[in-house]
């Protein structure tokens, strides 16, 4: 359907009392037999699905907002809206509601729901009472009026007749008429009356009357009267503040007066919502349900309506990067900006999308790259805002876009360079734009959001890229701030100031740079092991133990148990090479008997390598530091720690011992075997070659027969007799020997590789000491 006059937008009210889009199509009122009744239909226009199918009932309430609206409850907590794109087309279907329900299409809203207890009460009522009947409009009766406002709260039928009374004769411009003779007068009993009167109104809910109370010449009026809280000694200034303290900046002249109008009362009434009015109640939650969805379509349309002048957007774009431009001018730009990317939180995830994906084509990454490096700091917060919607909309597009910038020789132009510096460099004692920024950098370098489908190498590329470009500037201000002399700073670092390590600020920042790398170290395996070795990285980090925060020592704690519950033996070897235990002990001594954060965290470390048994660290911490340890018997852990060195180191003095008598057997078979050559004839070598190779299951019987007789004859005293005996022993060490590689390798020496836990342990003493053995093992 090409009518653009019945183009819709569905919409309906969740849990959260926020719209959500439904889809977009166009609206028809037919005849449908399985309803029994006329019904609207709205078909999308995309594949032509029926995105809503609802009879119009007699009894339903029905309202028109904002001349493109009709909003309506079908059941309770179900409401659904009808956002029209032009305003004939909503005039119609109003229209044909109006129709079939019986009512007059001038008046903007057709009945209000009721429960049948209500309908029975009302029954019974005399005619009388169905109609609202106003004081006159006079400064004497103002009393009378707010009694009448407060007492139909209660009741929506009675608020839904004192609604269509004050719309019909136009009593609300009359009230404020009085408002304005009040003020002359200083009549304070009647401006307290005033604002219960204003309020109440409120509360009715009804767009109609927000229509006619938030119009350019109420609004202020509106404002004024509830200044005149009678709770308060003196009124409050509204209006003083919206007219002369809130200014309204157009950074590029809006030419079309309907935006221009929109964008103000929007302001006002938000104002109002926020500020003067004062919080609901449970009982009153509900009150201003309308005037929640009245500010968020306002904000749609806004959206809309800027999204679509792409001059207006393309001008502000090139005033924004124009270097030109006057700092003063392009701070209101990226105000503009961080308040547009604001509004456009109120919009459904696909008419997000669209929005971002507008700005994303008219360059905003670029633009956010010049102005994040100006030194206004206005400026850079706003310009982080936005960096944090659009990081928060598609890490993705981020991502995409900094591996596409020309890779200059200075990577300072870098656009995540930028980020960590005004990160590092942040001026607020308690870091806040630093934390932001940090959860920023967090979401791009996380690849649990670089699995898109559309480009599976994205997470190898850009974590290639962020380490060879950005990693050297995260850890700058790290390396700076521990090393022994400025010699030793890495390249890059030379433009950081290095402050003393114990300056708070400078100790929160040092934690902030710690917790990214602690989340590095877990989920980047390969890029940051190489880092963190090429760097010697952890040596530097364990610099902080000796800080006198203890949450940077702790931080730095943390940073090495991520590493070692890896388990990984590379990032062991290193840490056993370079004796990185010493500071994290030294912490724990200096410590002493104090119970606190520190000594548990560092006993907890040493607790997960006894429970894990990672032998080759177990054994460099007993080997090294045990001395110092053994004294700590509060906890059991290092006595653990021993024990599991005692128990692995016995279990390597079996291995050598049962590897010395395998390879004592194994000679033994090697000499019988030879001596069996020597008593045959001599051959052709080819031919005994070839016979030896062929007939192999044959000689081996023959050399298993003359060991069995061997062990059956007489105790001989000769060790020859008694290596046989051992090589029969019932555990089948004869048959491992002969599986043994051939006789070099078994002279080198190596410890054995396999255990065989299910070995029994057959020691003869006399064999071990044997004069004739001992020297062929070494030789």
């Known amino acids: 359907m090409s009518d653009t006059r019945r183009r819709v937008k569905v919409y309906t009210l969740n849990e959260d009392r926020q719209w959500d889009d439904r889809g977009t199509g166009h609206v028809s009122s037919t005849y449908v037999e399985r309803l029994e009744g006329i019904s609207l239909l709205v078909r999308a226009e995309s594949d032509g699905s029926l995105l809503l199918e609802s009879k119009i009932s007699p009894n339903t309430a029905y309202q028109k907002q904002q001349d493109t609206l009709i909003v309506w409850s079908e059941a309770e907590n179900y409401d659904l809206a009808l956002s029209f794109q032009e305003k004939a087309g909503c005039d119609e279907i109003w229209e044909k509601i109006c129709q079939v329900q019986g009512k007059d299409p001038s008046l903007e809203i057709t009945q209000d729901p009721m429960d049948e207890s209500e309908e029975e009460r009302t029954e019974e009522l005399p005619e009388t009472s169905h109609l609202v009947e106003l004081p006159p409009c006079e400064l004497a009766r103002l009393e009378e009026i707010a009694d009448l406002v407060t007492s139909v709260l209660s009741s929506p039928i009675r608020r839904e007749k004192l609604a269509l009374a004050l719309m019909s004769e136009g009593y609300i411009k009359r009230l404020l008429q009085l408002f304005r003779t009040c003020e002359d007068l200083d009549n304070r009993e009647g401006l307290h009356h005033l604002y219960e009167i204003v309020r109440g109104v409120l509360f009715l809910n009804k767009a ?406 990672i032998k080759s660290l177990i054994a460099h911490i007993v080997d090294n530091f045990y001395k110092a340890l053994e004294s700590i018997e509060y906890v059991q852990t290092f006595k653990g720690l021993k024990g599991r060195y005692e128990q692995e180191k016995d279990r390597q003095s079996q291995r050598l011992s049962r590897y010395r008598r395998d390879a004592r057997s194994l000679e033994d078979d090697e000499e019988m075997w030879f001596n069996e050559d020597e008593d045959e004839e001599d051959g052709d070598p080819l031919v005994e070659k070839g016979r030896s190779e062929e007939d192999f299951p044959e000689s081996y019987g023959k050399y298993m027969e003359a060991k069995k007789g061997a062990a059956n004859g007489t105790n001989g005293a000769n060790s020859k007799a008694a290596t046989s005996a051992s090589a029969t022993s019932p555990n089948g060490s004869s048959a491992k020997s002969a599986a043994l590689p051939t006789t070099p390798l078994v002279k080198t020496g190596l410890v054995g590789l396999v255990d065989y836990p299910d070995d029994e342990e057959e020691e003869d003493e006399e064999e071990e000491q044997s004069p004739r053995k001992r020297p062929r093992l070494g030789s």
Do not use: W
């Not at 009026?221 to 919206?242: I, M, N």
């Not at 950074?251 to 929007?266: A, M």
């Not at 959001?449 to 590329?461: C, F, Q, S, W």
């Open 208 to 613: 109609a009357l927000f229509e006619v109370m938030f119009s350019d010449d109420c609004i202020m009026d509106v404002v004024g009267c509830l200044e005149y809280d009678p709770a308060l000694v003196q009124p409050k200034r509204h209006r003083e503040f919206l007219t002369k303290t809130a200014k309204f900046k157009e950074v590029i002249p809006i030419t079309d007066s309907e935006l221009r109008q929109k964008i103000h009362q929007t302001y006002r009434v938000q104002y109002i919502q926020d500020i003067i009015l004062p919080t609901p109640s449970v009982f009153e939650e509900n009150f201003l349900s309308t005037l929640t969805s009245f500010i968020f379509f306002n904000k749609v349309e806004i959206v809309s309506m800027l999204q679509e002048d792409e001059r207006f957007l393309t001008e502000v774009f090139a005033q924004l990067t124009d270097e030109a431009t006057e700092d003063s001018k392009r701070r209101e730009l990226v105000n503009f900006f961080k308040e547009f990317c604001a509004f456009s939180q109120t919009l459904q995830p696909q008419n997000r999308d669209a929005f971002f994906k507008t700005l994303a084509n008219l360059g905003i990454l670029p633009a956010l790259e010049i102005v994040m490096g100006m030194d206004d700091l206005q400026v850079r917060a706003a310009a982080t805002d936005i960096f944090s919607y659009l990081v928060e909309f598609s890490p993705s597009m981020v991502r995409e876009f900094v591996m596409q910038e020309p890779q200059q020789a200075d990577d300072d132009v870098l656009l995540i360079n930028v980020v960590i510096k005004q990160m590092i460099c942040d001026s607020d004692p308690e870091l806040g734009g630093a934390v932001q920024l940090m959860g920023l950098l967090r979401t791009l370098i996380d690849p649990e959001n670089m699995l898109a489908p559309t480009n599976k190498t994205e997470k190898t590329e850009f974590l290639g890229f962020f380490y060879k470009y950005c990693m050297h500037v995260l850890t700058a201000p790290l390396l700076a701030n521990t090393a022994e002399e400025r010699k030793d700073m890495p390249e890059g670092s030379a433009k950081i100031n290095p402050v003393c390590p114990d300056n708070f600020q400078t100790a929160q920042l040092l934690a902030l740079i710690l917790e990214l790398l602690t989340f590095c170290v877990e989920h980047h395996t390969y890029h940051i092991k190489n880092y963190i070795m090429n760097k010697d990285l952890l040596r530097r980090v364990l610099v902080l133990m000796n800080s006198k925060h203890t949450f940077l020592a702790l931080c730095a704690l943390r940073f090495m148990r991520r590493i070692i519950g890896l388990k990984d033996e590379y990032y062991n070897r290193y840490i056993i090479k370079g004796n990185l235990f010493e500071p994290v002990i030294n912490a724990l001594l200096d410590n002493g008997t104090r119970y606190n954060l520190l000594n548990s965290a560092i006993i907890e470390l040493f607790e997960f390598i006894k429970v894990e048994d």
